[in-house]
């Protein structure tokens, strides 16, 4: 082989990895992007929880302040859950809002989106469990069981609340899992450079 074949082949080398390391980071870019709205919308989805939260913790607190009787005992006991249900949600949105994809090392990232996805789920298990004991409450206390209409009715609301909020985990959790597919082909992508 002559010299000016071996530069020949090594000039097609070199461009063919350079043209390897473009894609390559342009998969990363596009990850990166990707992964950044997914957190996005989930933040801005999150903050219009919050603020609907924050406007029915009001409502109640305003319903008993002008009332001027001491609330159904049911509704103190949601009254109160309410709070720190609100808490949490204002906690969580702010350390979602904090993770930084472009800024922070991917193992970071992935361990903060596993603990996410950690809290979802006990979340989610909580929420079923507190929703049926405020259902048995309600139903028992409130004599449903006396009216086929109330019944009905009583079935239709608590049915619809709990599959809106099912609903609503399940979009996040959605989410969630986008973004951690993202961010394994984005350490994948890393670990080849």
């Given amino acids: 082989m002559d010299i000016d074949e071996l530069k020949k082949s090594w000039n097609t080398i070199d461009k063919h990895l350079e043209k390897q390391q473009i894609v390559d980071n342009e998969s990363i870019k596009r990850l990166i992007e990707y992964a950044s709205k997914d957190i996005h919308t989930m933040s801005r989805f999150n903050f219009r929880l919050i603020v609907l939260s924050l406007f029915i913790i009001i409502g109640l607190a305003l319903a008993f302040i002008w009332s001027h009787t001491m609330p159904h005992f049911l509704y103190i006991i949601i009254f109160a859950l309410a709070i720190p249900a609100f808490i949490w949600d204002v906690y969580s949105g702010r350390y979602l809002a904090k993770t930084k994809i472009d800024e922070m090392p991917i193992a970071t990232v992935i361990s903060r989106f596993n603990k996410m996805e950690r809290w979802i789920i006990s979340e989610r298990i909580i929420s079923v469990l507190i929703f049926l004991f405020v ?48 961010l394994k082909e984005l350490k994948e992508l890393k670990e080849q450079e």
Avoid: A, D, G, P
């Fill in 135 to 182: 259902t048995l409450i309600f139903f028992f206390t409130q004599r449903v069981w006396e009216n086929l209409f109330s019944i009905l009715v009583f079935i239709t609301i608590f049915t619809t609340s709990f599959l809106v909020v099912m609903w609503i985990y399940r979009k996040n959790l959605n989410r969630l899992h986008n973004i951690k597919k993202n």
